[in-house]
C-alpha cells in the first residue's frame, strides 16, 4: 500500500529560487509565479485539524465480556474488568474485541469524517480517494490519566484519528505540535452530548494533561492509503511555508526599489462565491481555507497582513455585430471582441474577521498573482456605451486573498480618500476605533498621526492649485476632502490630543462639519483635553451658518463629554466654565434668522442658570427684536414651557421683549420674483427664485411669522392682563401686513388666515377681549386680504388689443400687428397649407381659425375672441369662492365678534362678490343675515364714513372705488 502523494519533492533545492541578496531585485513575475506555485500545490494544509458533531450516529458501541455500552457511558466498573491496564488510569480494548451493532458508524467515520480531516491536512485529492481509517484500539481514560496515547507503527499509516465519544469529563486538553505550532483539542467541552474528533499527522508530537474529573472513551484510528510505503507529511508541511516564506522575505528586501513603488499588495483569486457581508475566515471554503490560513500563519512571521476581499472587473471593448434579420444563438451577453480598457477595483475589504477595512482599492493586473482571472467565467453585469457605438462594459464580480506587507498597509487601506473613490473620513475613523481597541498598540497610533499629517498635507496643497488660476482645457479643481470626510479626520486629531493638527484639518473646512459629529468629540476628551480644544471647539462652532446649528453643536459636545466623563460634579463643572465662553462667543457672533432659530434658544434656555438667562441671553434676544419671526417664536416656546425661574421676573421679561417686538415688528420677507414660465425640465439650471408654494408672478416668502406662534403670544398677553401690548402687536401686525400680502396673497393663507382662526377660536373661549382696538386690526387684516387675493372683479374690455404670438417668423409678424391692433377684428391670409398648419398649432387662445376653401389659394380667416378676458372672470370667481371658503373655515360666528359693524357682512362669499363687483359704488344695503340688534350702525361704504371716535379706520373700503394705494392706518395708541 502506497502512502499519498504528498509532493515532498517541492522542498528540494533545485526547483526554488535562491533568495535574492540585499542589494538585488527580485523580479515581479517571478515573484508572482513563486506564490503561485506554493498555493497551487497539493501538499498545502494544516498539520492537525480538530471538530465536533453534535448530532450523529449512534455506534452501538459492543464489547466482548460486557455487551453493549450506553453513551454518555457513566459506568466504568465493568469496562475496567474487562480492558487491559496499560497506564495509570488509562485502560485498552484491542480492536478485535470491539464491535459496532449499528451499520451506519462505519459509513459516518468514512464518509463524513475521514474526508474532511484529509482535505484540511492538505491530502492530495488521489490519495484521499483511497485513505481510510483503520480502528486500532478503544481507550478509557480517568481522573489523573496523562500518558499520551502512542501511535502504531504500520508501514501505511500516516495520520492519527481519535474519536472521543459521549463521556463526562473535564480536563484532559492534548496539545497537538509541530514545529512552533500548537493547537489544543479540548474534547471536554460539552463532552456528554457530542462526538469530538481530531487528526494530524503521525510525525507530530502530542502530550496530553491530566483529566480533573470523570472519564474519556475513545476510539483510536490509523490513517491508511493502499498505495505505498509513507512518507512524513508535516516536515513536507514545513518545506512549503519555507519556500512562501523565502518569497515574502524576497519581497521584503526589494520593496524600496522603484520597481516596487506601486506594489503595495498582491491579490490571490479564491475558487469560490461569498457574501459580501459575511466575507471572513470562518466563511470560506475547502481550498480556499487552507490557502488563506497558510498565508495567514506564514504573513504573520514574514511581517504581512492578510485580507480579504471583493473584486470588481469592468472590461470594456467592441462585440460583434449581429443582424437582426438573421437567426443566430446569442446568449444573454455581447461576447467582447477586443478588451480594450479594464478597470479592476476591490470594492469591499475586510480583516479575516471579517471587519472593514477599507473601499473601492483600485489595483493593477501586475498586482494579480493569476493569469487567468474569471477566465470561463460569466459576468454578473453587461452596459451599453451610448457615447460610443457598439462598444459594451462586461462587469466581473469575485473573492480575494489580498498580501499587505505592513510597511505597505499605510498607503494600500487611505488610498481610496486620496483617489476620491471613498471617504476619507470613514477610513480614519477605522483607523481610530482600531487604535482604540489596541491602546498598547503605539505603531497603530504612529500610523494615525502619519496619514492624518498627509491628508493634511495634501489638502494644502489643493488648496494652493485651487487659487491658481486653470490653464485653458482644464476643469477648476475641486476640494480633495469635503467639510463632512474633515470632520472625521479632525476625530482622530482629536484623539490623539494634537491641536495643532485639529486646527489644521478644520481650517480646510469650506462651510461647517455635520452637527451628529460633536457628541464623538465629546466622548473622545476629559478634563485636560476639553480645556486645551476650548478655542479650536469655538472657532469651528462659529463657522455654522445660525443659531440653532451653534446650539445644536455645543449641546452636543457636552452630552458627549458628560457621558464620556461619568457626570461627575468635577467633570460638570468644568465643562459648564468652558460652556459658558462659549456661549459668549456664539451670542457675540451669531445673529438670529428665523423662528426656529427662537424655538432652539427657548430651548436651550431651560438648561441655563437664571442669572446667564437674564444677564446674557434675554438682552441678546431683546437686541435682535428686529428679526420679527425669531422673537416671536421665542415667545411662543416660552408660553408653552416658561423657564424655571421666578415668576414675576420671568412675566416683565415677556412683557418687555413683546413691547419690543411691536415696535420694530415685521410680518414676512419677501425674496424674487416666481417666473411666469418655469424652466424647461431638462435645464440643469438652479432657480433660486422657484419653489413649489409660490404661484408664478407672485414674490417668494423668504420669511413670515408662524401664525399660531403670534397667537399664543397675544393670548398670554391678554392672560397677563398686558392688554395694550396684545393690541399694540395686533395693530402693528396688520399695520405691516400691507406690503408683503400685495407682493405675494398668498401669504394670507399661510398667515392671515391661520392667525384669524386663531384669534376666534380665542375669542369664543372668552380669552381675548373684543376690544376696539382689536376690532380694528382684525378688520383691516380681512379687508386687506380681500383686497390682496380675491381684488376688484375684472371689467370688460374696451378694445380688441391682444398680445402678440411668440414666435416672430415671416408669417407671424404680420399677424402679431393684427393682434395689437385694438379696431380690427378680423384678419385673412392667402398662403400655402404648411404655413396655415403653423398658425393653427401656434396654441394661441385669443383667436379662431377657419380656412375658406372657395377659390385657390384657400385663404386663412383669423377672428378674434374673448378667450383671456372670460378666463380673467372664471379666476377671480374662483378667488372669491376660495376666499369665502377660508373665511368660513375660519368660523363665521367667531370672526363676527372680531369685526367693526360695517365689515361683519363680508364673512359671507355672497357679500364678498358682491362687495368686489363693478356694481358695488351704489351699494346701500344690509346684508343677509344681518340685523340692527346686532349692528347698530347702517353699513355704507367706507371710504364714505367718518372716522370713529377711538381712531381712524382705513381710508379705503372694499366697495369702495378709490385707489388701495391710499389705504393707511393711525396707530390707536398715538391719542
Not at 102 to 119: C, H
Not at 434 to 446: F, H, I, P, T, Y
Not at 632 to 655: G, S, V
Request: net charge negative; aromatic share 8%; glycine share 4%.
Amino acid at each position: 500500500m502506497a502512502a499519498p502523494d504528498l509532493h515532498s519533492s517541492l522542498g528540494a533545492e533545485h526547483l526554488r529560487n535562491p533568495p535574492v541578496s540585499d542589494d538585488e531585485v527580485y523580479d515581479l513575475d517571478q515573484l508572482r509565479a513563486d506564490i503561485e506555485d506554493c498555493f497551487n500545490d497539493e501538499q498545502r494544509g494544516t498539520f492537525a485539524h480538530i471538530g465536533a458533531f453534535s448530532q450523529f450516529e449512534n455506534p452501538g458501541l459492543e464489547v466482548s465480556g460486557i455487551g453493549l455500552l450506553g453513551l454518555p457511558l457513566m459506568d466504568t466498573s465493568t469496562f475496567k474488568n474487562a480492558a487491559t491496564e496499560v497506564a495509570a488510569q488509562t485502560w485498552e480494548v484491542g480492536v478485535s474485541e470491539v464491535s459496532f451493532q449499528n451499520p451506519r458508524w462505519d459509513a459516518f467515520v468514512q464518509e463524513t469524517v475521514v474526508p474532511l480531516v484529509t482535505a484540511e491536512l492538505g491530502v492530495s485529492s488521489a490519495a484521499r480517494a483511497t485513505t481510510r481509517a483503520e480502528l486500532v484500539k478503544l481507550v478509557l481514560q480517568e481522573q489523573g490519566a496523562e500518558s499520551p496515547m502512542d501511535p502504531t507503527s504500520a508501514p501505511e499509516k500516516y495520520g492519527v484519528l481519535e474519536i472521543c465519544l459521549p463521556s463526562p469529563h473535564d480536563g484532559g486538553q492534548i496539545i497537538l505540535k509541530h514545529d512552533h505550532y500548537q493547537k489544543p483539542w479540548i474534547a471536554s467541552d460539552r463532552s456528554s452530548y457530542r462526538v469530538s474528533f481530531a487528526g494530524w499527522y503521525a510525525d507530530m508530537d502530542h502530550a496530553s494533561q491530566p483529566i480533573t474529573s470523570g472519564h474519556r472513551l475513545l476510539l483510536s484510528y490509523d490513517l491508511v492509503d493502499a498505495s505505498g510505503p509513507t512518507v512524513q507529511a508535516a516536515a513536507n508541511l514545513s518545506r512549503s511555508d519555507t519556500k512562501l516564506r523565502e518569497a515574502l522575505q524576497n519581497w521584503t528586501k526589494s520593496m524600496s526599489h522603484r520597481w516596487y513603488a506601486d506594489v503595495h499588495c498582491l491579490c490571490w483569486e479564491l475558487d469560490n462565491k461569498y457574501p459580501t457581508r459575511g466575507l471572513s475566515l470562518a466563511s470560506l471554503k475547502g481550498k480556499d481555507a487552507r490557502i488563506v490560513a497558510q498565508m495567514s500563519r506564514v504573513g504573520r512571521e514574514s511581517d504581512f497582513t492578510v485580507l480579504l476581499a471583493v473584486v470588481h472587473l469592468r472590461a470594456r471593448g467592441k462585440c460583434e455585430i449581429y443582424d437582426e434579420y438573421e437567426p443566430h444563438e446569442v446568449a444573454d451577453f455581447h461576447p467582447l471582441v477586443d478588451v480594450e480598457d479594464e478597470e479592476w477595483r476591490l470594492t469591499y475589504v475586510v480583516d479575516l474577521e471579517g471587519d472593514e477595512k477599507t473601499r473601492e482599492v483600485k489595483v493593477s493586473r501586475d498586482l494579480l498573482i493569476q493569469a487567468d482571472w474569471f477566465d470561463g467565467e460569466e459576468l454578473d453585469e453587461e452596459d451599453y456605451d451610448t457615447y460610443h457605438h457598439n462598444k459594451y462594459d462586461h462587469h466581473y464580480e469575485g473573492a480575494a486573498m489580498v498580501i499587505v506587507p505592513n510597511d505597505k498597509m499605510t498607503d494600500f487601506r487611505p488610498q481610496p480618500g486620496f483617489d476620491g473613490r471613498y471617504d476619507m473620513g470613514l477610513i480614519v475613523e477605522t483607523m481610530m476605533h482600531e487604535s482604540q481597541a489596541d491602546e498598547s498598540n503605539k505603531s497603530l497610533r504612529g500610523e494615525l498621526h502619519a496619514l492624518i499629517s498627509s491628508i493634511e498635507t495634501s489638502a494644502e496643497l489643493r488648496e494652493r492649485e485651487i487659487l491658481q488660476k486653470p490653464l485653458p482645457g482644464k476643469p477648476k479643481k475641486t476640494p480633495l476632502f469635503d467639510d463632512d470626510s474633515l470632520g472625521l479626520i479632525a476625530q482622530a486629531a482629536l484623539y490623539l490630543r494634537q491641536v495643532n493638527l485639529f486646527d489644521r484639518i478644520i481650517k480646510h473646512v469650506k462651510t461647517s462639519i455635520p452637527l451628529e459629529v460633536y457628541p464623538k468629540y465629546g466622548e473622545l476628551t476629559d478634563v485636560n483635553a476639553i480645556n486645551e480644544f476650548e478655542a479650536s471647539f469655538a472657532s469651528l462652532i462659529s463657522q455654522h451658518k445660525n443659531v440653532t446649528e451653534k446650539i445644536v453643536a455645543h449641546d452636543g459636545l457636552r452630552k458627549g463629554y458628560l457621558k464620556a466623563n461619568a457626570d461627575t460634579p468635577s467633570s460638570r463643572a468644568t465643562i459648564d466654565g468652558c460652556r459658558k465662553r462659549l456661549i459668549d462667543k456664539i451670542l457675540e457672533d451669531t445673529e438670529p434668522q428665523n423662528g426656529s432659530d427662537g424655538q432652539t434658544m427657548l430651548k436651550f434656555c431651560l438648561e441655563r442658570p437664571q442669572k446667564e438667562f437674564f444677564e446674557q441671553i434675554v438682552p441678546w434676544v431683546k437686541k435682535w427684536a428686529s428679526r420679527t419671526s425669531f422673537i416671536i417664536a421665542f415667545l411662543a416656546c416660552w408660553t408653552r414651557t416658561p423657564p424655571p425661574f421666578a415668576k414675576e421676573e420671568l412675566q416683565d421679561a415677556f412683557t418687555d421683549l413683546a413691547r419690543h417686538a411691536s415696535a420694530d415688528l415685521t410680518v414676512a420677507t419677501t425674496g424674487p420674483v416666481q417666473k411666469e414660465e418655469p424652466a424647461p425640465v431638462y435645464s440643469y439650471r438652479f432657480d433660486p427664485s422657484a419653489d413649489n408654494v409660490t404661484p408664478r408672478g407672485e414674490r417668494r416668502i423668504v420669511d413670515h411669522i408662524e401664525a399660531n406662534a403670534f397667537a399664543n403670544v397675544i393670548r398670554r398677553l391678554t392672560e397677563t392682563e398686558n392688554q395694550e401690548v396684545a393690541e399694540a402687536l395686533l395693530t402693528k401686525f396688520a399695520d405691516q401686513a400691507k406690503e408683503p400680502g400685495q407682493q405675494s396673497p398668498h401669504l394670507h393663507h399661510l398667515q392671515t388666515i391661520p392667525l384669524l382662526q386663531a384669534l376666534a377660536m380665542e375669542r369664543s373661549e372668552g380669552r381675548l377681549e373684543s376690544s376696539d382696538n382689536v376690532q380694528t386690526a382684525i378688520s383691516y387684516l380681512v379687508v386687506s386680504y380681500l383686497n390682496h387675493f380675491v381684488r376688484r372683479e375684472p371689467g370688460p374690455p374696451t378694445n380688441w388689443k391682444k398680445p402678440p404670438l411668440k414666435c416672430t417668423c415671416h408669417l407671424c409678424l404680420p399677424i402679431s400687428v393684427f393682434l395689437q391692433n385694438p379696431q380690427q377684428i378680423e384678419h385673412r391670409v392667402s398662403t400655402p397649407e404648411h404655413n396655415r398648419k403653423h398658425i393653427e398649432r401656434s396654441d394661441y387662445r385669443d383667436f379662431d381659425c377657419h380656412v375658406e376653401r372657395s377659390k385657390r389659394p384657400f385663404v386663412l380667416v383669423i377672428t378674434k375672441n374673448r378667450y383671456s378676458e372670460e378666463r380673467t372672470h372664471r379666476d377671480w370667481e374662483k378667488r372669491v369662492s376660495t376666499a369665502g371658503q377660508q373665511l368660513a373655515f375660519v368660523g363665521k360666528d367667531g370672526l363676527r365678534e372680531l369685526l367693526l359693524p360695517e365689515y361683519k357682512h363680508l364673512v359671507e362669499t355672497d357679500e364678498i362678490r358682491e362687495s368686489l363687483s363693478l356694481r358695488s359704488s351704489s351699494l346701500d344695503r344690509k346684508p343677509a343675515n344681518y340685523t340692527t340688534s346686532s349692528a347698530p350702525v347702517e353699513r355704507r361704504p367706507l371710504g364714505e364714513r367718518t372716522p370713529r371716535p377711538q381712531g381712524q379706520a382705513p381710508a379705503t373700503t372694499i366697495p369702495s372705488k378709490r385707489r388701495a394705494e391710499g389705504l393707511e392706518m393711525v396707530h390707536l395708541t398715538d391719542e
